[in-house]
């Protein structure tokens, strides 16, 4: 979530709100066959106070992609299962990167905060040292001599 609170009553692709019956007819599958998904993990609906089944829009649309990969690849149960288990890991970590890039933004944009600040508190009668590269060069001082 991101945060803000949301209106109860506010339908996302996330509520659950297909009986059984209507997620089989909207996937196109049997409902024992969804049944079967659900027992084998593939796609878990949420669960009402007295247990009946719950199908979301995303859940209607993670079937149809359950049955494309198994009609139309010809991908076994378990490889779907082991598909599907390796797309969430693979969302779960681009959202930590994009929350690390925040972090990392955010932390850049401080510091460079900070020098400005470090700088504008510099004194402006002083001159910056500036590193004179050394040479082999040998420098012999002798004073004037007063002219008589």
């Given at each position: 979530?991101d945060?803000?609170?949301?209106?109860?009553?506010?339908?996302?692709?996330?509520?659950?709100?297909?009986?059984?019956?209507?997620?089989?007819?909207?996937?196109?599958?049997?409902?024992?066959?969804?049944?079967?998904?659900?027992?084998?993990?593939?796609?878990?609906?949420?669960?009402?106070?007295?247990?009946g089944?719950?199908?979301?829009?995303?859940?209607?649309?993670?079937?149809?992609?359950?049955?494309?990969?198994?009609q139309?690849?010809?991908?076994?149960?378990?490889?779907?299962?082991?598909?599907?288990?390796?797309?969430?890991?693979?969302?779960?970590?681009?959202?930590?990167?994009?929350?690390?890039?925040?972090?990392?933004?955010?932390?850049?944009?401080?510091?460079?905060?900070?020098?400005?600040?470090?700088?504008?508190?510099?004194?402006?009668?002083?001159?910056?040292?500036?590193?004179?590269?050394?040479?082999?060069?040998?420098?012999?001082?002798?004073?004037?001599?007063p002219?008589?």
């Amino acid at each position: 979530m991101d945060g803000r609170r949301r209106n109860p009553y506010e339908l996302t692709d996330e509520t659950p709100v297909y009986v059984i019956s209507i997620a089989a007819q909207l996937s196109g599958l049997h409902p024992q066959t969804l049944r079967q998904y659900d027992r084998l993990g593939l796609v878990s609906p949420d669960r009402t106070a007295g247990r009946g089944r719950r199908y979301s829009a995303r859940d209607i649309e993670l079937l149809r992609t359950v049955q494309q990969l198994s009609q139309d690849e010809g991908i076994n149960l378990a490889g779907i299962k082991r598909i599907i288990e390796l797309e969430n890991q693979v969302a779960a970590l681009q959202q930590r990167v994009a929350e690390l890039s925040a972090a990392v933004d955010g932390a850049a944009a401080a510091m460079q905060q900070r020098e400005a600040q470090v700088h504008a508190s510099y004194r402006r009668d002083l001159v910056p040292y500036q590193d004179v590269q050394q040479t082999g060069a040998l420098v012999v001082w002798r004073p004037k001599r007063p002219k008589d």
